[in-house]
């Protein structure tokens, strides 16, 4: 999981698979909800909804090449390319050079943007008796105390502040996207876990309902109906009251699960409202806007997740915190040296970094997190961090990558020359050359590359000439 | 016949290159020293020799405390 895992990137992604890989009766089910379809278009690329946008008050069928006039002649390939990716997701269909967007879609698109239709699926607002305690302040104050029990609970530093035990389901999710494993002591954070750790708190999130859509996978549960509860939760307003009416069993188990993330908050007296905390309601705002910019301040900051490290040229860091968390979280690189009531000093050491290395965690997610946590002050510079400081964390990351090892098979031995350029090219063609030398008649090969070509002169074998090779004899 | 070896290629520095040609002396896993820059080595020992690497970086490390 070396990619920036959990990032919408993946989530898009994700979503764009599920979709082209349901069957079309379902894809029909997920249409037929407004949210959905609101939250798929926001989803997709530019050109995408440029695309949709046009056709979407069209009820006729449009000719492909009115189409492609829309764009200017060097741009034409890249909408084809997008009209072929729309058809992927079955929200366009094409038949004889004319294409139309999909009824339900389009209707249901139209719905949404005009608030026709079965507003349901955006959530119902809750008209029941509303408890005036519950105000963006105390949900605020619930979901970062939630989140944060959550990542204490990876970095293991739970003797602090008794932290209530995470529930059954926590642990699941956990466990299920390998973010931590079972250990001989109770479960112990993995290498994908400490990655985990260091991303912002989009990401975050992000990573956490991609697995809610695996578990379904996994759990054989309607996939549709999770699809559209996360496509709602994702459309919620913050502050306000939503009823549970309108959920089916398996939502409001969802709704649970989630609520035990700080991404929901509910009252336990009263179970039939539940709120969406701002962990939720931020991801759709910043995705409306430049979709890079998770290193940059999001709407997602409370005051404690402000930047809060100085880091100086000669390796030392000041971090301007009280947060067991985040001090924790510093723990893992830093070599932490003092700490006062509101500060806590440390430096950059080659010991602290290689522990960190060890854990998996590489030198570029370490760069981003100080870049992405670096005090105000810091941030008016360019570079925010000193050249100095970035470089010799990628130095020592490299001095641990010396050897640059690969899986291979070493081919010796040929015995005649024509033969060994036979096999040389052939490996050549596929691109599994690792190295060859062609005076002393050896060649390296990848793994895969090997079975590749064992594959082919074993269907050379019935021929039987004496001129053709044998495979190569295993040793 | 051609024959097939499994194991593992390792590309890497010179001065690597020597050091693994020095470890090599005391325990055999090269199976063959391609050139300046390559080697092909048994995967068994992959792990010994990257600790061994890096016990060596260790060594030459500076540490000011």
Same mark, same amino acid.
């Given at each position: 999981? *070396?990619?920036?895992?959990? !990032?919408?990137?993946?989530?898009?992604?994700?979503?764009?698979?599920?979709?082209?890989?349901?069957?079309?009766?379902?894809?029909?089910?997920?249409?037929?909800?407004?949210?959905?379809?609101? *939250?798929?278009?926001?989803?997709?690329?530019?050109?995408?909804?440029?695309?949709?946008?046009?056709?979407?008050?069209?009820?006729?069928?449009?000719?492909?090449?009115?189409?492609?006039?829309?764009?200017?002649?060097?741009?034409?390939?890249?909408?084809?390319?997008?009209?072929?990716?729309?058809?992927?997701?079955?929200?366009?269909?094409?038949?004889?050079?004319?294409?139309?967007?999909? +009824?339900?879609?389009?209707?249901?698109?139209?719905?949404?943007?005009?608030?026709?239709?079965?507003?349901?699926?955006?959530?119902?607002?809750?008209?029941?008796?509303?408890?005036?305690?519950?105000?963006?302040?105390?949900?605020?104050?619930?979901?970062?105390?939630?989140?944060?029990?959550?990542?204490?609970?990876?970095?293991?530093? !739970?003797?602090?502040?008794?932290?209530? +035990?995470?529930?059954? !389901?926590?642990?699941?999710?956990?466990?299920?996207?390998?973010?931590?494993?079972?250990?001989?002591?109770?479960?112990?954070?993995?290498?994908?876990?400490?990655?985990?750790?260091?991303?912002?708190?989009? !990401?975050?999130?992000?990573?956490?309902?991609?697995? &809610?859509?695996?578990?379904?996978?996994?759990?054989?549960?309607?996939?549709?109906?999770?699809?559209?509860?996360?496509?709602?939760?994702?459309?919620?307003?913050?502050?306000?009251?939503?009823?549970?009416?309108?959920?089916?069993?398996?939502?409001?188990?969802?709704?649970?699960?989630?609520?035990?993330?700080?991404?929901?908050?509910?009252?336990?007296?009263?179970?039939?409202?539940?709120?969406?905390?701002?962990?939720?309601?931020?991801?759709?705002?910043?995705?409306?806007?430049?979709?890079?910019?998770?290193?940059?301040?999001?709407?997602?900051?409370?005051?404690?997740?402000?930047?809060?490290?100085?880091?100086?040229?000669?390796?030392?860091?000041?971090? &301007?915190?009280?947060?067991?968390?985040?001090?924790?979280?510093?723990?893992?690189?830093?070599?932490?040296?003092?700490?006062?009531?509101?500060?806590?000093?440390?430096?950059?050491?080659?010991?602290?970094?290689?522990?960190?290395?060890?854990?998996?965690?590489?030198?570029?997610?370490?760069?981003?997190?100080?870049?992405?946590?670096?005090?105000?002050?810091?941030?008016?510079?360019?570079?925010?961090?000193?050249?100095?400081?970035?470089?010799?964390?990628?130095?020592?990351?490299?001095?641990?990558?010396?050897?640059?090892?690969?899986?291979?098979?070493?081919?010796?031995?040929?015995?005649?020359?024509?033969?060994?350029?036979?096999?040389?090219?052939?490996?050549?063609?596929?691109?599994?050359?690792?190295?060859?030398?062609?005076?002393?008649?050896?060649?390296?090969?990848?793994?895969?590359?090997?079975?590749?070509? *064992?594959?082919?002169?074993?269907?050379?074998?019935?021929?039987?000439?004496?001129?053709?090779?044998?495979?190569?004899?295993?040793? | 016949?051609?024959?097939?070896?499994?194991?593992?290629?390792?590309?890497?520095?010179?001065?690597?290159?020597?050091?693994?040609?020095?470890? #090599?002396?005391?325990?055999?896993?090269?199976?063959?020293?391609?050139?300046?820059?390559?080697?092909?080595?048994?995967?068994?020992?992959?792990?010994?020799?990257? #600790?061994?690497?890096?016990?060596?970086?260790?060594?030459?490390?500076?540490?000011?405390?």
């Amino acid at each position: 999981m *070396a990619t920036q895992m959990g !990032s919408e990137e993946e989530f898009k992604t994700t979503i764009a698979e599920y979709l082209e890989a349901l069957p079309t009766q379902f894809c029909r089910r997920v249409f037929s909800s407004p949210a959905a379809c609101l *939250a798929i278009f926001r989803l997709l690329p530019t050109v995408g909804k440029q695309l949709i946008m046009s056709m979407l008050y069209l009820d006729a069928p449009l000719q492909l090449q009115d189409v492609s006039q829309w764009a200017k002649p060097e741009h034409q390939r890249v909408v084809k390319a997008k009209v072929h990716q729309l058809r992927k997701l079955q929200l366009l269909a094409e038949d004889a050079g004319s294409v139309w967007l999909n +009824p339900i879609f389009r209707e249901q698109l139209r719905n949404a943007l005009t608030g026709g239709g079965d507003f349901s699926s955006f959530g119902i607002p809750y008209t029941g008796p509303r408890d005036a305690r519950v105000d963006p302040k105390r949900l605020a104050k619930y979901a970062d105390e939630r989140w944060e029990a959550v990542l204490h609970f990876m970095v293991g530093r !739970s003797a602090h502040d008794a932290v209530t +035990p995470l529930s059954e !389901s926590v642990r699941d999710v956990l466990r299920m996207s390998r973010l931590m494993e079972d250990g001989p002591m109770g479960m112990q954070i993995t290498n994908s876990g400490f990655q985990f750790l260091l991303q912002n708190a989009a !990401s975050q999130v992000w990573t956490v309902l991609l697995q &809610y859509l695996r578990l379904a996978e996994l759990q054989n549960m309607d996939v549709v109906e999770v699809l559209n509860f996360l496509f709602q939760l994702v459309s919620l307003q913050l502050g306000r009251a939503y009823s549970v009416e309108a959920l089916t069993r398996n939502q409001r188990k969802m709704l649970g699960e989630l609520r035990d993330f700080g991404l929901i908050f509910q009252d336990e007296r009263d179970e039939r409202a539940f709120y969406a905390t701002h962990l939720i309601t931020s991801l759709t705002s910043s995705s409306t806007q430049s979709t890079e910019r998770s290193t940059g301040p999001s709407e997602l900051t409370t005051t404690s997740e402000h930047g809060y490290i100085i880091l100086e040229t000669n390796c030392r860091i000041y971090a &301007y915190t009280n947060s067991p968390l985040q001090i924790a979280i510093l723990n893992l690189f830093v070599h932490l040296v003092s700490r006062f009531s509101n500060l806590v000093t440390g430096a950059i050491t080659r010991n602290g970094v290689r522990q960190a290395l060890m854990h998996g965690i590489t030198a570029d997610q370490i760069i981003t997190f100080l870049t992405a946590n670096a005090h105000p002050q810091m941030q008016s510079r360019t570079p925010v961090l000193p050249v100095t400081v970035t470089d010799q964390i990628r130095l020592w990351e490299q001095e641990r990558n010396r050897l640059h090892p690969t899986q291979a098979h070493f081919y010796r031995e040929f015995g005649q020359r024509q033969y060994f350029e036979r096999v040389y090219r052939y490996a050549l063609d596929i691109g599994v050359v690792l190295w060859a030398n062609a005076e002393k008649q050896q060649l390296v090969v990848t793994r895969q590359g090997h079975a590749k070509i *064992a594959e082919l002169f074993k269907s050379q074998r019935p021929t039987n000439n004496a001129t053709n090779p044998q495979p190569p004899a295993q040793s | 016949m051609v024959k097939a070896v499994k194991g593992t290629f390792i590309e890497c520095d010179p001065a690597a290159r020597e050091v693994l040609l020095r470890l #090599n002396s005391e325990e055999k896993f090269i199976i063959e020293d391609l050139d300046t820059t390559h080697l092909f080595i048994n995967s068994a020992h992959l792990q010994r020799i990257q #600790n061994a690497l890096d016990e060596l970086m260790d060594s030459n490390t500076y540490t000011a405390a």
